[in-house]
């Protein structure tokens, strides 16, 4: 063409851009050689490099399926430990990694910035092999391979690094929170048994002395305050236990029946120690110093002795099966006071019935300053006090076993206390209300008891 334009201003200015355009071709071709030179002189380090990528891939994929296989979170702290103790390990093997993850990636990207995104490829003769690379093809798909795994190696190693951080915090504070509830289990596991040893050391209450009563239940009611403390473990383990599912760590099948266990045998030891006061109380109502059981005795068969409500005494006739407020010697005793009547003179016959009851009752036997020293040993100092029966009984009691201590074969305790008591009612609670007055029991008692009447006047 440039022939053909002969000396004219085109062929002039074509043979200009034809120039150019060999002298950048042979820039091209000259680069090009460089380049084939210098891959070929480092093709054995590059492919080194993505072999040494390809096994980071390997080994960052082993670690990923072992972390993935320690999860869940354990439930109980030697699984836990266990755990703790992996990741533990998993941060050191990804520290003493990291120079080598870091600097393959380093290689990878120092190379990458060396080649083009597109090779120039140099037309190909006829007799060249289609199959075979060129060299700028062979670094062109190094390139791609290079590319595709320092991304891969990059992209796993920092998800490696940031989920076994997350997943070392969270066996951390799992950790931390199961060894506080299986220590706050076993401290309070301890206590449990220390008290449950006490109370399996408690005997029947009907093996104990009846003297005895009052002490075991001041001890039992001390052991109550005792183990009061053990209800605060006891909500301290389960607040503890609440803290674990927010976590998303559920206890094991075995932490799970210690902590049931726990519960459940603080509620049976609270029970059992209620139980055994409540019968310890019941057996000191019924049979303790203060009761009125052992004035059961003052009756014989077919009588029997019973407790209404207020706690006053009455009669059972089983024989008759009726039921009566008076003694059955209290009824001997009034019928006996009738065969009295033929006395002539009232005042003589009156005397005689209040001597035949004062005998009856053995109070013919009683001083009149042992009544008072009675009386201030139970400080009965305000006359309108009421008292109960029981609280007579008590006063009564006194009186008649310092009697018997003088008078042992005329004095039987039991039915003195319950003749007198069945005396007292008749004269000062007729409507049986359980309650009578302290100037009415001082009265009955000293107007009946051995003195003279002016030393008995001056007492009341």
């Known amino acids: 063409m440039v022939k053909a334009l002969g000396n004219s201003e085109e062929a002039t200015m074509l043979q200009h851009r034809l120039d150019d355009m060999n002298q950048r071709w042979n820039d091209l071709k000259a680069k090009s050689a460089s380049i084939r030179a210098h891959l070929e002189a480092s093709a054995e380090k590059w492919n080194r490099l993505l072999a040494s990528l390809e096994e980071l891939i390997k080994w960052l994929n082993m670690k990923d399926e072992e972390l993935k296989k320690q999860m869940p979170l354990g439930g109980d702290v030697p699984a836990l430990q266990l755990q703790y103790d992996h990741c533990k390990a998993l941060r050191r093997e990804l520290k003493e990694k990291e120079y080598s993850v870091l600097n393959a990636v380093d290689q990878a990207r120092v190379f990458l910035a060396d080649q083009p995104i597109e090779a120039p490829e140099e037309p ?5 092999s289609k199959t075979e690379l060129t060299p700028e093809e062979r670094a062109q798909k190094i390139a791609k391979a290079m590319r595709k795994q320092s991304s891969e190696v990059k992209e796993k190693w920092e998800s490696l690094n ?36 006490v109370r399996n050391g408690w005997k029947p209450v009907g093996d104990l002395l009846i003297d005895s009563l009052q002490d075991h239940i001041e001890k039992t009611m001390a052991f109550r305050e005792e183990i009061a403390p053990i209800n605060l473990k006891v909500k301290a383990v389960n607040d503890l236990s609440s803290q674990l599912s927010p976590l998303d760590l559920h206890p094991s099948l075995k932490m799970s029946r210690q902590l049931d266990d726990l519960n459940m045998r603080w509620k049976l030891l609270q029970v059992s120690v209620e139980d055994h006061l409540k019968q310890l109380q019941e057996a000191h109502r019924d049979f303790g110093p203060c009761s009125q059981h052992f004035l059961s005795t003052s009756v014989q068969l077919p009588w029997q002795r019973s407790i209404s409500h207020n706690k006053v005494p009455y009669y059972i006739n089983h024989q008759t099966q009726t039921t009566c407020w008076d003694h059955p010697k209290m009824t001997e005793l009034f019928q006996s006071l009738a065969d009295l009547n033929n006395v002539r003179f009232s005042a003589y016959r009156t005397a005689i019935k209040i001597r035949r009851l004062q005998k009856a009752l053995c109070l013919d036997l009683l001083e009149l300053n042992t009544t008072n020293e009675v009386f201030k040993q139970h400080k009965l100092n305000q006359n309108d006090q009421l008292l109960s029966v029981p609280d007579v009984i008590n006063c009564l009691t006194t009186t008649y076993d310092g009697l018997e201590q003088m008078h042992k074969d005329l004095v039987n305790v039991p039915l003195c206390v319950d003749m007198c008591l069945n005396w007292l009612l008749n004269v000062y ?20 008891s051995k003195g003279l009447l002016e030393e008995k006047y001056r007492c009341m």
């Open 124 to 128: 190909r003769r006829s007799l060249q």
């Open 162 to 197: 940031a989920v076994s951080s997350n997943w070392q915090k969270q066996v951390d504070k799992a950790l931390e929170k199961l060894k506080d509830l299986q220590g706050a289990m076993d401290d309070l596991d301890v206590d449990m048994k220390e008290a449950e040893a």
């Open 429 to 448: 609670d007729t409507g049986r209300t359980g309650k009578i007055r302290v100037q009415s029991l001082k009265i009955g008692l000293m107007s009946l």
